[in-house]
């Protein structure tokens, strides 16, 4: 049986032996006396009350109706029920709250979608969920005209145009959106890793980089584009994805007016602005940035090369030189001139080449003017004036 609580508010009448007091706005005179007393007064009341709490272990009897008054003792006796749960001694105003409470321990899922058949422990998640089915986004942003399906999101949404960050790190004095943010930047500091891999040891500071790198071990890529049906590990990829059809690029620099498709790219681009660099490599002090560019350099003093080619054993620090590695093995070619159709293995080769076609020579020798397609080129001619030979 549930354990309900009663708390009894008395409200006390003072005795009065005799007949001797008379009341005028509110000011007892006591004429025997010959002096004036205030006494705090309730509206509709002719006495002073005394409200004392006794809380009951036990139920007690249903009430007629709230107020039940005592004359043999002159107490007025006000019943408020409070229900408790029978695992965690919580209290509940409302017997509805408390069972929907006692779902969380139970792990009873009684609400059902009848679209696909997914159970929810409370019924406003399952019309949380409902919306996925019916697009339905009640919550509009008045300045970007955005929709969200939850209220919770449109705050957070509102904060990228307020700029507002109201949680504050205590050991650097940054600042965060959203508490989440807030927790998973102090592990920068803690070097605290919580979330662990049973198949390779591996720890992470996130639960979600957990499920990631657990999907490297069974080569699951859930998320696939409508439009040209890649896969991808991650469903924040598939948005980043989609915006490459749409040309979307939600996130606005506020000093240079530039867009950027992820609002880490805006982050890390306001930096250029200010010149921030609040990560620091403990061996040597160096700042950066970027937190991804700290760990890549912590690679020089630790000499860790994570990512290896299991065709030639060949190891690399960083992932983008193997997946540059990979190509050298399969030919794979997947950028294409749209001039002259030849492909290339790396970005920067096609971008080399298309200068052919358009004439470009970005590189200019401050020396003498002269200008090049192609960095390295440029670096060849300054030897020319600075007498240095190169090292083979």
């Avoid at 005028?24 to 007393?37: Q, R, S």
């Avoid at 969380?104 to 979608?113: A, F, G, M, R």
């Avoid at 939850?150 to 600042?175: A, E, M, V, W």
């Avoid at 950028?335 to 080769?349: E, I, L, V």
Wanted: glycine share 4%.
């Amino acid at each position: 049986m549930n354990q309900y609580i009663d708390v009894e508010i008395k409200e006390e009448m003072k005795a009065i032996e005799k007949p001797v007091l008379s009341q005028k706005d509110e000011v007892l005179v006591k004429e025997e006396l010959e002096f004036h007393e205030e006494l705090p007064m309730r509206q509709n009341d002719e006495i002073p009350v005394k409200e004392e709490i006794e809380v009951y272990k036990e139920p007690v009897l249903k009430q007629d109706a709230e107020m039940q008054v005592k004359e043999e003792t002159g107490v007025h006796v006000k019943k408020i029920h409070q229900y408790q749960c029978n695992w965690c001694n919580k209290t509940f105003s409302h017997k509805g709250n408390l069972t929907r409470h006692q779902i969380t321990h139970t792990s009873e899922k009684p609400y059902q979608c009848k679209k696909c058949d997914k159970y929810f422990s409370q019924n406003s998640s399952l019309k949380l969920h409902q919306r996925t089915h019916t697009g339905e986004k009640p919550y509009q942003c008045k300045q970007c005209d955005k929709s969200f399906s939850r209220n919770t999101s449109f705050i957070l949404h509102q904060r990228t145009h307020t700029g507002y960050k109201p949680y504050q790190c205590n050991q650097c004095d940054r600042n965060f959106a959203q508490i989440g943010d807030l927790i998973k930047h102090q592990r920068t500091h803690t070097g605290e890793k919580p979330y662990q891999c049973y198949q390779c040891d591996k720890v992470f500071t996130q639960k979600g980089h957990l499920i990631i790198h657990q999907r490297t071990h069974t080569a699951e890529t859930p998320y696939q584009c409508k439009q040209c049906n890649k896969y991808f590990l991650q469903h924040n990829s598939l948005i980043i994805h989609l915006r490459t059809h749409t040309g979307d690029k939600p996130y606005q620099c506020q000093q240079c007016d530039k867009n950027f498709v992820q609002n880490s790219d805006l982050m890390k681009h306001q930096r250029t602005h200010t010149g921030e660099k609040p990560y620091q490599c403990k061996q040597c002090d160096k700042y950066f940035s970027q937190n991804g560019s700290l760990k890549l350099h912590q690679r020089t003093h630790t000499g860790e090369k994570p990512y290896q080619c299991k065709q030639c054993d060949k190891s690399f620090s960083r992932n983008t030189n193997l997946i540059l590695h990979q190509r050298t093995h399969t030919g794979d070619k997947p950028y294409q001139c749209n001039q002259c159709d030849k492909t290339f293995a790396h970005n920067s080769n096609l971008v080399k080449h298309q200068r052919t076609h358009t004439g470009e020579k970005p590189y200019q020798c401050y020396q003498c003017d002269k200008v090049f397609r192609q960095k390295g080129h440029l670096i060849i001619h300054q030897r020319t004036h600075t007498g240095e030979k190169p090292s083979y």
